[in-house]
């Protein structure tokens, strides 16, 4: 065997003040009450939440605070993320320290989650790092998940656990949980995904396994989330299969296939293409949204009835027992409209900014 232990931090988070506080108190007490976790793991953007105004260079002062908390508790720390300010452009990077508080290296998010996450520059280097007599460890940001390539890349560079600090707070959750499910499986390996609470996200974190079996699922509120992992799983699986079964990663490595896609093939880009830009959706539809169309500027506006009150105003009899029955009154033709013909449905709701980057 070779075991490690995590901590996973689903913390209730403030999206417009600083969490460090609260972050600082909740990993004191997770490692007094768990004092053999060797690694902890907080959630995207954990720190100040998804304002970009929040953005300071590294090595920064929440860099700083960051490696004290990982020195004094002499564990590995992996700061879920910061907005990081360099040359005049604003990355989403996460840090990871040792031990001794050192930072051993830093990620920048590669897929921003466009167009909601604006003003946010792609990161271009893939990050994995190695904890002495344990093994290899992978670093993914919240939307890189939605892109394949990026796992498959950290296990093609020996990756055996990817470690990815979400800020999901948006309908796509349970999306989010397949794909933990099939990065896990595909890629033979561990995937952590540590999710916020509150401004943070809506929970549900996720510790997937190499089979792609889930070992435990958060609720929606905070949580503290301990738990060990045996790095040989992943090395059985990828010798012998996927409980004995596919060898993705041999198969994948032993493939032929000139895949076309990732080529600057103009062939296999028309129809990408004419997919349009990437830009906020507008909705599909005004209807039940429309204004009402105001009258014509020359004409009156239709005056009501008044009631009349006076004394010799008659009032409706009841009818005589022997006079004969009153015809019904027929129905009212169909109102005329000018809604014009029935239009589609309105589209779902866009949510807003996926206060992450989700």
Same mark, same amino acid.
């Given at each position: @065997?070779?075991?490690?232990?995590?901590? +996973?931090?689903?913390?209730? !988070?403030?999206?417009?003040?600083?969490?460090?506080?609260?972050?600082?108190?909740?990993?004191?007490?997770? @490692?007094?009450? $768990?004092?053999?976790?060797?690694?902890?793991?907080? *959630?995207?953007?954990?720190?100040?939440?998804?304002?970009?105004?929040?953005?300071?260079?590294?090595?920064?002062?929440?860099? +700083?605070?960051?490696? &004290? @908390?990982?020195?004094?508790?002499?564990?590995?720390? %992996?700061?879920?993320?910061?907005?990081?300010?360099?040359?005049?452009?604003?990355?989403?990077?996460? *840090?990871?320290?040792?031990?001794?508080?050192?930072?051993?290296?830093? /990620?920048?998010?590669?897929?921003?989650?466009?167009? /909601?996450? =604006?003003?946010?520059?792609?990161?271009?280097?893939?990050?994995?790092?190695?904890?002495?007599?344990?093994?290899?460890?992978?670093?993914?940001?919240?939307?890189? @998940?939605?892109?394949?390539?990026?796992?498959?890349?950290?296990?093609?560079?020996?990756?055996?656990?990817? !470690?990815?600090?979400?800020?999901?707070?948006?309908?796509?959750?349970?999306?989010?949980?397949?794909?933990?499910?099939?990065?896990?499986?595909?890629?033979?390996? $561990?995937?952590?995904?540590?999710? +916020?609470?509150?401004? +943070?996200?809506?929970?549900?974190?996720?510790?997937?396994?190499?089979?792609?079996?889930?070992?435990?699922? =958060?609720?929606?509120?905070?949580?503290? %989330?301990?738990?060990?992992?045996?790095?040989?799983?992943?090395?059985?699986?990828?010798?012998?299969?996927?409980?004995? !079964?596919?060898?993705?990663?041999?198969?994948?490595?032993?493939?032929?296939? #000139?895949?076309?896609? /990732?080529?600057?093939?103009?062939?296999?880009?028309?129809?990408?293409?004419?997919?349009?830009?990437? &830009? !906020?959706?507008?909705?599909?539809?005004? &209807?039940?949204?429309?204004?009402?169309?105001?009258?014509?500027?020359?004409?009156?506006?239709?005056?009501?009835?008044?009631? #009349?009150?006076?004394?010799?105003?008659?009032?409706?009899?009841?009818? *005589?027992?022997?006079?004969?029955?009153?015809?019904?009154?027929?129905?009212?033709?169909?109102?005329?409209?000018?809604?014009?013909?029935?239009? =589609?449905?309105?589209? =779902?709701?866009?949510?807003?900014?996926?206060?992450?980057?989700?």
């Amino acid at each position: @065997m070779t075991p490690f232990a995590i901590g +996973g931090l689903q913390l209730e !988070l403030s999206g417009t003040q600083s969490n460090l506080p609260h972050m600082e108190a909740r990993l004191d007490h997770l @490692m007094s009450v $768990f004092p053999w976790v060797q690694m902890v793991v907080f *959630s995207e953007l954990a720190a100040f939440g998804a304002s970009t105004k929040h953005a300071q260079p590294l090595p920064g002062p929440a860099e +700083g605070d960051f490696q &004290a @908390m990982a020195a004094r508790h002499q564990i590995w720390l %992996i700061n879920g993320s910061v907005f990081e300010l360099h040359d005049g452009k604003i990355y989403n990077t996460t *840090s990871v320290l040792d031990p001794v508080g050192r930072v051993v290296t830093r /990620y920048r998010k590669m897929f921003p989650f466009r167009p /909601y996450e =604006a003003n946010v520059e792609s990161g271009h280097e893939f990050c994995v790092f190695d904890v002495p007599d344990v093994g290899r460890f992978g670093l993914s940001i919240c939307y890189d @998940m939605w892109f394949p390539e990026t796992s498959r890349t950290l296990a093609a560079m020996g990756a055996e656990v990817i !470690l990815h600090p979400t800020m999901t707070t948006t309908i796509d959750r349970d999306s989010e949980l397949a794909i933990s499910r099939a990065t896990a499986v595909t890629n033979q390996c $561990f995937f952590i995904d540590i999710n +916020g609470a509150r401004d +943070g996200g809506n929970g549900r974190s996720a510790i997937v396994a190499p089979a792609g079996e889930v070992l435990y699922l =958060a609720g929606h509120s905070e949580e503290l %989330i301990p738990f060990e992992i045996d790095l040989d799983r992943v090395r059985r699986s990828r010798e012998f299969g996927v409980r004995g !079964l596919g060898q993705p990663l041999k198969s994948f490595r032993d493939c032929r296939v #000139d895949f076309r896609v /990732y080529k600057d093939d103009p062939s296999m880009r028309g129809y990408l293409n004419s997919l349009g830009p990437l &830009a !906020l959706p507008a909705r599909g539809s005004r &209807a039940g949204i429309r204004p009402a169309a105001a009258p014509p500027a020359d004409s009156a506006a239709p005056q009501p009835a008044s009631p #009349d009150f006076s004394a010799d105003s008659a009032a409706p009899q009841p009818a *005589s027992p022997d006079s004969p029955a009153e015809t019904a009154p027929s129905p009212p033709p169909d109102r005329p409209t000018d809604a014009g013909p029935a239009s =589609a449905p309105p589209t =779902a709701y866009q949510p807003a900014a996926k206060e992450t980057s989700a």
